[in-house]
């Protein structure tokens, strides 16, 4: 799977907007973009997936770059709950089965 | 709903000791099923997964071993547990053409 680059760690205080960035510039046509979250002793858990259009859910939202070499994970109100590792991973589709590369990820830290 | 179970929680154990860790998954059939590890201070691992009943693939050589004796079950062995196989073991499923993994609550496991 194509590398991805994000911040180590980032902070933002409790209800207002955060935007994670993350860059891909080798993703090939058909890498998904993936966001995953892990809160601290826990898994990781799925947060959002996207191609090329952008994608809300109950979660976050994800806007994608039109060359798709970059996204941004939004959270619209943080709280202290969303504190946490946030992994963007890209996965091949026509891969398969095949388990998903995590990185160190961006450390959220929200300030209340 | 779908829920998946780890057990135990957390482990402590001897060098050269063996090892079981067993991840069943509910309210789904024939998930793809997956083993990932997670040392102190490291990124996530991916080590092994599975397709089917008896169908193991393995990411990175090592001291460990899975099986899928069942559609729902897979367990994480291993003959001689190491110091260096400590760490946070999570187990995680996904249901193909969904892309989302889910993961369990993790086995810490501690070897002394």
């Known amino acids: 799977d194509a590398k991805t680059t994000q911040p180590n760690s980032m902070e933002s205080n409790e209800e207002e907007p955060v935007h994670l960035p993350c860059n891909h510039s080798t993703i090939s046509g058909t890498d998904y973009i993936h966001w995953y979250r892990q809160l601290p002793s826990q898994g990781p858990e799925y947060v959002i997936h996207?191609?090329?259009s952008n994608v809300n859910n109950r979660m976050a939202s994800l806007a994608i770059a039109e060359d798709r070499k970059s996204s941004t994970l939004i959270l619209h109100r943080a709280t202290l709950r969303d504190a946490a590792v946030y992994y963007c991973i890209l996965r091949d589709a026509v891969r398969g089965a095949d388990g998903l590369t995590f990185g160190k990820g961006t450390h959220l830290i929200i300030q209340p | 709903s779908q829920t998946i179970h780890q057990w135990p929680a957390t482990l402590v154990q001897p060098v050269g000791s063996p090892l079981s860790l067993e991840c069943t998954v509910e309210g789904t059939s024939n998930p793809n099923l997956y083993w990932y590890r997670q040392a102190a201070g490291r990124g996530l691992q991916l080590l092994f997964y599975?397709?089917?009943?008896?169908?193991i693939s393995s990411e990175v050589p090592q001291n460990l071993s899975a099986s899928r004796p069942q559609d729902r079950q897979f367990i994480l062995s291993s003959k001689k547990l190491l110091l260096s196989d400590s760490g946070f073991y999570l187990c995680?499923?996904?249901?193909?053409?969904?892309?989302?993994?889910?993961f369990g609550p993790g086995t810490r496991l501690t070897v002394t």
């Open positions: 996207g191609l090329t």
């Open positions: 599975s397709v089917g009943i008896g169908q």
């Open positions: 995680a499923w996904n249901n193909p053409p969904g892309y989302e993994q889910y």
